[in-house]
């Protein structure tokens, strides 16, 4: 299983990025997908995660840390095993390393959490 992660870069303070995670390999089911992030000097934080499936719940399956919520939007399109990560009103403070991660289910094996290479996003003042 890989997950390969692009859309990073450098942006300007107010600006947007629109990261994407595909998963590929021997999958038979993903459950959550999401993002975490390590700021420089910092550990790595989660930043939101979405589930699989319908929900009836008013989020939608989707949760956000609250530094990111509303300028941030997951998002998941099962068909390509694909998550994304809108962000809008882009801080300098999200200046970071973002990783994606899934929890996928293989053929072969059980359920276990598998990790992109992580993407630059570089926020400017």
């Known amino acids: 299983v890989q997950l390969v992660e692009s859309g990073g870069g450098l942006v300007q303070a107010g600006g947007s990025l629109n990261l994407s995670c595909a998963a590929s390999?021997?999958?038979?089911?993903?459950?959550?997908m999401g993002w975490h992030r390590q700021p420089p000097g910092k550990q790595r934080e989660w930043v939101a995660h979405v589930t699989r499936g319908r929900h009836v719940t008013p989020d939608g399956g989707k949760y956000y840390a609250d530094s990111v919520k509303g300028r941030f939007t997951i998002s998941r399109d099962n068909a390509k095993n694909t998550v994304y990560l809108q962000m809008n009103s882009l801080k300098p403070e999200d200046t970071a390393v973002y990783y994606c991660?899934?929890?996928?289910?293989?053929?072969?094996?059980?359920?276990?959490?598998?990790w992109g290479q992580g993407t630059q996003v570089t926020v400017s003042s």
């Open positions: 991660y899934a929890q996928i289910e293989t053929f072969t094996t059980g359920l276990d959490d598998y």
């Open positions: 390999g021997s999958i038979s089911t993903i459950n959550n």
